[in-house]
């Protein structure tokens, strides 16, 4: 049975920072796409960040490219976003995601249940 646990979410000031981490079990993870969506209340659900399974490619949303970070370890099944400059419209729920193909789109096998991060301003 395949999990996705995010932690590290919370609430912080505009211009603070936070690590999301997400740990995944019941998967060869180094197979694995990995993914990071939120979505803010009323809306959709939207893409944030993605890696390849060796790490090398990176993928980011337009809006927060040069504030966030994703990264991987793949000896601790972990996918990790580093979030710094943040701003009250980053304010969601943060999931990530596992898929053996890498996308934008949030159409991924594997979903974690969510980490809340709010922004105040």
């Known amino acids: 049975q395949v999990q996705l646990v995010e932690s590290g979410g919370g609430l912080v000031h505009t211009g603070g920072s936070l690590r999301l981490s997400c740990v995944a079990s019941?998967?060869?993870?180094?197979?694995?796409?990995l993914g990071w969506f939120r979505q803010a209340p009323g809306k959709e659900r939207e893409f944030v960040a993605a890696i390849v399974w060796t790490g090398i490619n990176t993928y980011y949303a337009d809006s927060v490219k040069g504030r966030f970070t994703i990264s991987r370890d793949n000896a601790k099944n972990t996918v990790y976003l580093q979030m710094n400059s943040l701003k009250p419209e980053d304010t969601a729920i943060y999931y990530c995601a596992a898929d053996t193909l890498i996308s934008t789109n949030p159409n991924y096998d594997y979903w974690g249940q969510g980490t809340q991060v709010t922004v105040s301003s």
């Open positions: 019941g998967l060869t993870f180094s197979n694995y796409a």
